[in-house]
Protein backbone atom coordinates (compact mmCIF):
# COMPACT_ATOMS: atom_id res chain seq x y z
CA UNK A 1 0.00 0.00 0.00
CA UNK A 2 1.36 3.55 -1.07
CA UNK A 3 1.64 6.10 1.85
CA UNK A 4 2.38 9.17 0.91
CA UNK A 5 4.70 11.25 2.83
CA UNK A 6 2.25 13.75 3.70
CA UNK A 7 -0.05 11.35 5.30
CA UNK A 8 3.06 10.15 6.92
CA UNK A 9 3.60 13.77 8.53
CA UNK A 10 -0.16 13.80 9.68
CA UNK A 11 0.54 10.01 11.28
CA UNK A 12 3.34 11.58 13.63
CA UNK A 13 1.62 14.79 13.97
CA UNK A 14 -1.17 13.15 16.07
CA UNK A 15 1.55 11.00 17.39
CA UNK A 16 3.10 13.34 19.00
CA UNK A 17 0.23 15.46 19.94
CA UNK A 18 -1.14 12.23 21.89
CA UNK A 19 2.02 11.91 23.63
CA UNK A 20 2.10 15.14 25.22
CA UNK A 21 -1.55 15.87 26.28
CA UNK A 22 -1.88 16.19 30.10
CA UNK A 23 -4.13 13.55 31.84
CA UNK A 24 -5.88 15.50 34.72
CA UNK A 25 -4.89 13.21 38.28
CA UNK A 26 -8.29 14.10 40.75
CA UNK A 27 -7.36 13.85 44.58
CA UNK A 28 -9.29 10.83 45.83
CA UNK A 29 -8.67 11.20 49.84
CA UNK A 30 -7.50 14.76 51.54
CA UNK A 31 -3.87 14.43 53.07
CA UNK A 32 -3.30 13.80 56.58
CA UNK A 33 -1.67 15.19 59.27
CA UNK A 34 2.59 14.26 57.46
CA UNK A 35 1.06 13.73 53.93
CA UNK A 36 1.24 16.03 51.06
CA UNK A 37 0.55 16.70 47.27
CA UNK A 38 3.79 14.87 47.17
CA UNK A 39 2.47 11.63 48.68
CA UNK A 40 1.21 9.35 45.76
CA UNK A 41 -1.15 6.96 47.46
CA UNK A 42 -3.65 10.09 47.92
CA UNK A 43 -4.10 10.75 44.11
CA UNK A 44 -6.24 9.07 41.75
CA UNK A 45 -3.92 7.99 39.31
CA UNK A 46 -5.37 4.58 37.80
CA UNK A 47 -8.25 6.28 36.96
CA UNK A 48 -6.19 8.82 34.42
CA UNK A 49 -4.36 5.55 33.47
CA UNK A 50 -1.24 7.06 34.47
CA UNK A 51 1.54 5.52 36.65
CA UNK A 52 1.94 6.42 39.96
CA UNK A 53 4.54 9.03 40.21
CA UNK A 54 4.36 10.58 37.05
CA UNK A 55 3.96 14.24 38.09
CA UNK A 56 5.15 16.27 35.21
CA UNK A 57 3.32 16.65 32.28
CA UNK A 58 -0.02 15.83 33.86
CA UNK A 59 -2.23 17.97 35.26
CA UNK A 60 -4.07 17.97 39.18
CA UNK A 61 -7.09 18.94 40.73
CA UNK A 62 -8.24 18.75 44.27
CA UNK A 63 -12.35 18.55 44.91
CA UNK A 64 -14.22 20.99 46.88
CA UNK A 65 -14.53 18.66 49.66
CA UNK A 66 -10.81 18.03 49.79
CA UNK A 67 -7.83 19.48 51.35
CA UNK A 68 -4.41 19.04 49.45
CA UNK A 69 -0.83 20.13 51.92
CA UNK A 70 2.26 21.10 50.76
CA UNK A 71 5.55 19.40 52.15
CA UNK A 72 7.05 20.89 55.25
CA UNK A 73 10.31 21.76 53.42
CA UNK A 74 11.49 25.44 53.35
CA UNK A 75 11.55 25.91 49.23
CA UNK A 76 9.06 23.29 47.69
CA UNK A 77 7.78 23.26 44.02
CA UNK A 78 5.08 20.89 43.15
CA UNK A 79 5.81 18.85 40.08
CA UNK A 80 3.13 18.54 38.46
CA UNK A 81 2.00 20.83 35.22
CA UNK A 82 -1.07 22.18 36.94
CA UNK A 83 -2.82 22.22 40.18
CA UNK A 84 -6.27 23.12 40.30
CA UNK A 85 -7.90 23.63 44.07
CA UNK A 86 -11.86 23.62 44.19
CA UNK A 87 -10.79 22.47 48.14
CA UNK A 88 -8.13 23.64 50.18
CA UNK A 89 -4.30 24.29 49.69
CA UNK A 90 -3.01 23.97 52.97
CA UNK A 91 0.21 26.25 53.16
CA UNK A 92 2.55 24.01 55.96
CA UNK A 93 6.26 24.53 57.19
CA UNK A 94 7.97 23.12 60.64
CA UNK A 95 8.02 24.93 63.31
CA UNK A 96 8.64 28.21 63.63
CA UNK A 97 10.04 28.46 60.22
CA UNK A 98 9.20 30.69 56.94
CA UNK A 99 9.03 29.07 53.85
CA UNK A 100 8.21 29.37 50.18
CA UNK A 101 6.34 27.18 48.11
CA UNK A 102 6.29 27.31 44.14
CA UNK A 103 3.10 25.93 42.10
CA UNK A 104 3.93 27.45 38.54
CA UNK A 105 0.08 26.89 37.19
CA UNK A 106 -2.26 27.18 40.44
CA UNK A 107 -6.07 27.80 39.70
CA UNK A 108 -7.87 28.53 42.55
CA UNK A 109 -11.60 27.98 42.88
CA UNK A 110 -11.57 27.25 46.73
CA UNK A 111 -9.18 28.23 49.78
CA UNK A 112 -5.45 28.81 50.35
CA UNK A 113 -4.88 28.59 54.26
CA UNK A 114 -1.42 29.13 56.11
CA UNK A 115 -0.93 26.43 58.49
CA UNK A 116 1.88 26.80 60.31
CA UNK A 117 1.65 24.32 64.02
CA UNK A 118 1.78 26.55 67.19
CA UNK A 119 3.50 29.55 66.36
CA UNK A 120 3.17 33.19 65.08
CA UNK A 121 5.75 35.55 63.30
CA UNK A 122 6.64 32.79 60.55
CA UNK A 123 6.03 34.02 56.45
CA UNK A 124 4.82 31.32 53.55
CA UNK A 125 5.37 33.04 50.89
CA UNK A 126 4.07 31.33 47.37
CA UNK A 127 4.67 31.85 44.32
CA UNK A 128 4.93 31.03 40.33
CA UNK A 129 0.92 31.95 38.83
CA UNK A 130 -1.71 31.99 40.40
CA UNK A 131 -5.36 32.21 38.20
CA UNK A 132 -8.83 32.82 40.61
CA UNK A 133 -11.68 31.08 38.06
CA UNK A 134 -13.82 31.40 40.93
CA UNK A 135 -14.92 32.89 44.34
CA UNK A 136 -11.27 32.30 46.68
CA UNK A 137 -10.59 32.43 49.71
CA UNK A 138 -7.27 33.19 51.54
CA UNK A 139 -7.45 32.34 55.48
CA UNK A 140 -6.49 31.36 58.71
CA UNK A 141 -8.49 30.69 61.86
CA UNK A 142 -5.52 30.27 64.98
CA UNK A 143 -4.87 32.94 67.37
CA UNK A 144 -1.25 33.17 66.04
CA UNK A 145 -0.32 35.87 62.97
CA UNK A 146 -0.09 33.55 60.62
CA UNK A 147 0.73 35.51 57.61
CA UNK A 148 1.06 34.52 53.62
CA UNK A 149 2.65 36.47 51.18
CA UNK A 150 1.27 35.98 47.41
CA UNK A 151 4.67 36.58 45.40
CA UNK A 152 2.78 34.64 42.43
CA UNK A 153 1.77 36.36 39.48
CA UNK A 154 -2.59 36.94 40.11
CA UNK A 155 -4.52 36.62 37.64
CA UNK A 156 -8.92 35.81 36.60
CA UNK A 157 -11.52 37.54 37.81
CA UNK A 158 -14.69 36.91 40.46
CA UNK A 159 -13.89 37.28 44.13
CA UNK A 160 -10.69 36.91 46.26
CA UNK A 161 -11.52 37.72 49.98
CA UNK A 162 -8.94 37.82 53.12
CA UNK A 163 -10.28 36.65 56.30
CA UNK A 164 -8.57 35.51 59.22
CA UNK A 165 -10.65 34.49 61.99
CA UNK A 166 -8.72 34.09 64.90
CA UNK A 167 -6.00 36.69 64.89
CA UNK A 168 -6.41 40.39 63.58
CA UNK A 169 -2.88 41.12 63.08
CA UNK A 170 -2.30 38.45 60.70
CA UNK A 171 -1.18 39.63 57.44
CA UNK A 172 -1.73 38.73 53.99
CA UNK A 173 0.18 40.84 51.45
CA UNK A 174 0.24 40.73 47.75
CA UNK A 175 3.42 41.80 46.33
CA UNK A 176 3.76 41.21 42.53
CA UNK A 177 3.56 44.48 40.41
CA UNK A 178 2.94 42.51 37.15
CA UNK A 179 -0.79 41.34 38.68
CA UNK A 180 -3.65 41.48 36.07
CA UNK A 181 -6.70 40.75 38.75
CA UNK A 182 -9.55 41.99 37.49
CA UNK A 183 -11.93 41.04 39.97
CA UNK A 184 -12.72 42.34 43.90
CA UNK A 185 -10.38 42.09 46.34
CA UNK A 186 -12.28 41.71 49.62
CA UNK A 187 -11.24 42.07 53.09
CA UNK A 188 -13.16 41.06 56.43
CA UNK A 189 -10.55 40.44 59.08
CA UNK A 190 -7.21 40.75 59.75
CA UNK A 191 -4.79 42.82 56.88
CA UNK A 192 -4.62 43.40 53.19
CA UNK A 193 -1.83 44.76 52.01
CA UNK A 194 -0.04 45.06 48.60
CA UNK A 195 3.71 46.29 48.43
CA UNK A 196 2.96 48.15 45.64
CA UNK A 197 0.21 49.72 43.43
CA UNK A 198 0.51 47.31 40.37
CA UNK A 199 -0.08 44.15 42.83
CA UNK A 200 -3.96 45.21 42.78
CA UNK A 201 -3.96 44.75 38.95
CA UNK A 202 -7.46 46.49 38.06
CA UNK A 203 -9.49 45.07 40.75
CA UNK A 204 -12.08 46.67 42.63
CA UNK A 205 -11.83 46.58 46.80
CA UNK A 206 -14.30 46.11 49.17
CA UNK A 207 -13.48 46.09 53.03
CA UNK A 208 -15.93 44.86 55.47
CA UNK A 209 -13.11 44.83 58.37
CA UNK A 210 -9.65 44.09 59.27
CA UNK A 211 -7.07 46.58 57.39
CA UNK A 212 -6.76 47.74 53.82
CA UNK A 213 -3.64 49.27 52.93
CA UNK A 214 -1.31 50.28 49.82
CA UNK A 215 2.34 50.68 50.48
CA UNK A 216 2.37 53.21 47.16
CA UNK A 217 0.10 55.09 45.21
CA UNK A 218 -2.62 53.92 43.21
CA UNK A 219 -4.29 54.58 40.13
CA UNK A 220 -5.89 51.28 38.66
CA UNK A 221 -9.15 52.64 37.28
CA UNK A 222 -10.57 50.35 40.26
CA UNK A 223 -13.30 51.48 42.76
CA UNK A 224 -13.13 51.19 46.52
CA UNK A 225 -15.88 50.29 48.96
CA UNK A 226 -15.98 51.10 52.62
CA UNK A 227 -18.40 48.94 54.75
CA UNK A 228 -16.11 49.06 58.07
CA UNK A 229 -12.39 48.15 58.97
CA UNK A 230 -9.63 50.56 58.39
CA UNK A 231 -7.95 51.75 55.14
CA UNK A 232 -4.46 52.92 55.92
CA UNK A 233 -3.13 55.00 52.73
CA UNK A 234 0.12 56.85 54.33
CA UNK A 235 1.62 59.56 52.73
CA UNK A 236 0.27 58.23 48.99
CA UNK A 237 -2.42 59.43 47.02
CA UNK A 238 -5.24 57.31 45.64
CA UNK A 239 -7.13 57.77 42.48
CA UNK A 240 -10.32 55.67 42.22
CA UNK A 241 -12.83 55.46 39.70
CA UNK A 242 -15.98 54.96 42.86
CA UNK A 243 -15.90 55.61 47.00
CA UNK A 244 -18.48 54.20 48.50
CA UNK A 245 -19.20 54.48 52.36
CA UNK A 246 -21.44 51.94 52.69
CA UNK A 247 -24.34 52.43 50.19
CA UNK A 248 -23.35 55.89 49.50
CA UNK A 249 -21.06 57.07 46.84
CA UNK A 250 -19.23 60.50 47.44
CA UNK A 251 -18.68 62.81 44.65
CA UNK A 252 -15.70 63.71 42.55
CA UNK A 253 -12.99 65.41 44.75
CA UNK A 254 -10.03 64.87 46.79
CA UNK A 255 -10.64 63.65 50.45
CA UNK A 256 -8.01 63.32 53.53
CA UNK A 257 -8.68 61.18 56.28
CA UNK A 258 -10.30 64.10 58.26
CA UNK A 259 -13.23 64.23 55.92
CA UNK A 260 -13.46 60.78 55.41
CA UNK A 261 -13.24 59.93 58.62
CA UNK A 262 -16.71 62.21 59.26
CA UNK A 263 -18.76 59.76 57.32
CA UNK A 264 -18.27 57.85 59.81
CA UNK A 265 -17.71 54.18 58.01
CA UNK A 266 -14.86 52.75 58.48
CA UNK A 267 -11.41 54.72 60.50
CA UNK A 268 -9.08 55.97 57.76
CA UNK A 269 -5.51 57.06 58.47
CA UNK A 270 -2.31 58.49 56.55
CA UNK A 271 -1.83 62.22 55.31
CA UNK A 272 -2.14 61.57 51.92
CA UNK A 273 -5.55 61.73 50.03
CA UNK A 274 -8.07 59.82 48.16
CA UNK A 275 -9.34 61.33 44.92
CA UNK A 276 -12.31 60.35 42.81
CA UNK A 277 -12.52 60.41 39.08
CA UNK A 278 -14.74 58.80 37.28
CA UNK A 279 -13.54 56.53 34.51
CA UNK A 280 -13.71 58.03 30.96
CA UNK A 281 -16.57 55.60 29.82
CA UNK A 282 -18.53 56.56 32.85
CA UNK A 283 -17.77 60.81 31.82
CA UNK A 284 -18.92 59.82 28.06
CA UNK A 285 -22.09 57.78 29.83
CA UNK A 286 -23.35 60.69 31.79
CA UNK A 287 -22.56 63.22 29.00
CA UNK A 288 -24.91 60.86 26.75
CA UNK A 289 -27.44 60.87 29.38
CA UNK A 290 -27.21 64.64 29.80
CA UNK A 291 -28.11 65.38 26.08
CA UNK A 292 -30.97 62.89 25.87
CA UNK A 293 -32.38 64.93 28.89
CA UNK A 294 -31.51 68.09 27.08
CA UNK A 295 -32.79 67.34 23.51
CA UNK A 296 -36.04 65.60 24.94
CA UNK A 297 -36.93 68.82 26.68
CA UNK A 298 -36.33 70.34 23.80
CA UNK A 299 -38.99 69.05 21.52
Not at 133 to 148: F, H, K, P, Q, V
Not at 191 to 216: E, M, P, R, S
Request: with cysteine; glycine share 12%; aromatic share 10%.
Amino acid sequence: MFHSPQLKLITVGICLFAAVQADNITQKRSNESGKSWATNADWDWTAAGVTAGEYAGNDFITPDTMTVRTPEGTHVTFAGDSLTVYGTLALKSGNNTSATKTVNDLRLAGTISNYVPSYSSTIQTLTGNLSIIGDSLLTGTTSNARNITVASQVSGGTGFTVNHTGNAGAKYTYSNAANTFDGTWQVTSAKLIFDNGGATGTGDVIVDGGLFQINDSWNAGSSLTVNGGTVDFGANDWTVSNLKMGASSLGNGSYDATALNGFGTGTFTGAGNIIVIPEPSSLILLGMASFLIFAFRRK
